[in-house]
T-cell receptor
Framework: EAGVTQFPSHSVIEKGQTVTLRCDPI?????LYWYRRVMGKEIKFLLH????????ESGMPNNRFLAERTGGTYSTLKVQPAELEDSGVYFC????????????FGEGSRLTVL | GQSLEQPSEVTAVEGAIVQINCTYQ??????LSWYQQHDGGAPTFLSY????GLEETGRFSSFLSRSDSYGYLLLQELQMKDSASYFC?????????????FGTGTLLAVQP
């Protein structure tokens, strides 16, 4: 069974440009989460989808970030326009059950904004 | 809001036992999980405690005390491959949704 896959693994862009990160969750997992880790800090929650619906987007930093989940399958996270402080590793995770404490993470997309 | 505290770094030798503590402050607490992350890669699930007490999985054990808002991860018979970052995470239940809130992680260095 394929795990959570993320693309691209690394992206380097200039301030003001746009980047779109993609996540393919494990097949059949209704719950999909986006997290971000900035160097040395916590893995910070961004948002939670259940199927195609946003259940909680309280962690999204501002309106430069837009997440979508088409048909309850893959998800995209767009940053437009990117700022220097957006640099970090963006992790996607999925799960079938939200109450077991177990999320399946992808390898992350490392974003560097210059 | 929610907050978790864990030591930033721990060093131990092969074959030893190490305990990584985690204290938390959160509303809507549902349970405590532990994750391992090697070299900035995908965090991987280690254990989950919803009730007070000790859960054992091979060389790893995890403990929770809900009354003390405290938990720990115990790693026994340390191996070099255990060198990694370890994160505690609380399941925050917010009604219609729940999510994992992570700490800042503990970097474990296992020395020969």
């Amino acid at each position: 069974e394929a795990g959570v896959t993320q693309f691209p693994s690394h992206s380097v862009i200039e301030k003001g440009q746009t980047v779109t990160l993609r996540c393919d969750p494990i097949s059949g997992h209704d719950n999909l989460y986006w997290y971000r880790r900035v160097m040395g800090k916590e893995i910070k929650f961004l948002l939670h989808f259940v199927k195609e619906s946003k259940q909680d987007e309280s962690g999204m930093p501002n309106n430069r970030f837009l997440a979508e989940r088409t048909g309850g399958t893959y998800s995209t996270l767009k940053v437009q326009p990117a700022e220097l402080e957006d640099s970090g590793v963006y992790f996607c995770a999925s799960s079938q059950d939200t109450f077991t404490g177990e999320l399946f993470f992808g390898e992350g997309s490392r974003l560097t904004v210059l | 809001g929610q907050s978790l505290e864990q030591p930033s770094e721990v060093t131990a030798v092969e074959g030893a036992i190490v305990q990584i503590n985690c204290t938390y402050q959160t509303s809507g607490f549902y349970g405590l999980s532990w994750y391992q992350q090697h070299d900035g890669g995908a965090p991987t699930f280690l254990s989950y405690n919803a009730l007070d007490g000790l859960e054992e999985t091979g060389r790893f054990s995890s403990f929770l005390s809900r009354s003390d808002s405290y938990g720990y991860l115990l790693l026994q018979e340390l191996q070099m491959k255990d060198s990694a970052s370890y994160f505690c995470a609380v399941i925050h239940y917010g009604g219609a949704t729940n999510k994992l809130i992570f700490g800042t992680g503990t970097l474990l260095a296992v020395q020969p």
